[in-house]
């Protein structure tokens, strides 16, 4: 193994800076991984590629990107007890303190450590490099069934799609609206159908998104974002609206749309970061007994599960990557993911980037 590696940074100035560096060495309850593919999250674009607007949890700290890797381990540190060389594992994208406890409940996304709370690619080194250290605690163990590519899906955006939905429940009594098909919001399809749902209604901006979700059968209809859209979907659904709606646009007049286009009794979950959301809440939410659910990432436990799941479903997160760069060319991924025209951009090693 050579002692330098190619590791990629975010200078905040919508570049990708490539640095030589060496290859770190794993500690105690530590893992060398080699990573086979690491993506690209919107949430890298909004608060760090264009410009470092993150604070707190989302504070970039000048660490090797991506908090989406999946790769081998050559390495482990002393006392791993459960991974070792040769394992294939997905990373779960946050390292929390291990005993609060919301990391008791396998929710480090939420870690209440100011002082050990540190999220791959955010506060610690993450995944845009040949090598990575990872934390035994934060892996996942990755099938056979299952590509390296997958496993990089499932570390952030399948897995908070995942959560999600076993928030609201989908099943095949259900109608589902998806406002946003970025990224996120195809996997939400990819996931609402193998749970079942009756139908899938999906909205959003960009013609090449639409496109992908109805090439690829995860929406039974797109719509064109628009100021007609909760007519639309109630034409869709006999007059009623859906049964299930999930915001992944995180933009405002989409989550209003999410909101109005529901039935009564409905559920609604917003998993799309930042922006702003009004709403009348008498008619929009009480008169019509509707219930809202916000939800972050995932658990270590929710993951394991959907990984299970996904083999039994034989559903693979990686076809929703439309693009897959070598990491020598991250700065065409990320320029790529920013201009939006994309499904989900991978970089990627070896025999994920065919």
Request: proline share 4%; aromatic share 6%; with cysteine.
């Amino acid at each position: 193994m050579s002692a330098t590696m190619t590791a990629a940074y975010l200078p905040g100035n919508s570049t990708v800076e490539l640095r030589t560096v060496p290859v770190p060495a794993p500690g105690h309850g530590e893992v060398l991984l080699r990573v086979k593919a690491s993506t690209i999250c919107g949430s890298d674009i909004r608060c760090i590629y264009h410009e470092h607007l993150g604070k707190g949890p989302e504070g970039y700290q000048g660490v090797i990107a991506g908090h989406e890797p999946c790769g081998e381990i050559v390495a482990a540190g002393e006392s791993c007890r459960r991974f070792g060389v040769g394992d294939r594992v997905i990373v779960y994208h946050i390292s929390g303190c291990g005993v609060c406890n919301d990391c008791r409940r396998g929710y480090m996304i939420s870690c209440t450590s100011e002082k050990y709370r540190r999220a791959y690619g955010w506060q610690r080194d993450g995944g845009m490099a040949e090598f990575m250290i990872a934390e035994e605690k934060d892996l996942i163990a990755l099938p056979d069934e299952l590509s390296f590519a997958d496993g990089a899906q499932v570390a952030c955006g399948f897995g908070t799609v995942y959560e999600g939905l076993t928030k609201i429940g989908i099943d095949g009594n259900h109608a589902v609206l998806i406002t946003g098909l970025g990224p996120v919001g195809l996997a939400t399809g990819a996931l609402c159908r193998k749970l079942g749902a009756n139908k899938i209604i999906g909205i959003d901006v960009v013609p090449a998104r639409m496109k992908i979700a109805l090439d690829l059968g995860l929406c039974d209809a797109v719509l064109a974002s628009g100021p007609e859209n909760v007519a639309q979907v109630r034409e869709l659904t006999g007059g009623h609206g859906v049964e299930r709606a999930v915001d992944c646009s995180a933009h405002l007049a989409a989550r209003a749309t999410a909101i109005r286009a529901t039935r009564k009794w409905g559920r609604i979950v917003l998993i799309g970061e930042g922006g702003t959301v009004e709403m009348n809440p008498s008619p929009d939410m009480i008169h019509d007994q509707k219930t809202l659910y916000g939800s972050w990432v995932t658990s270590t436990w929710l993951m394991e599960e959907l990984v299970e799941r996904l083999v039994r479903w034989n559903l693979h997160p990686a076809e929703i990557i439309t693009h897959r760069f070598p990491l020598q060319r991250a700065g065409e991924a990320y320029a790529l993911m920013a201009s939006g025209k994309c499904g989900k951009v991978a970089v990627c090693a070896d025999e994920e980037l065919s």
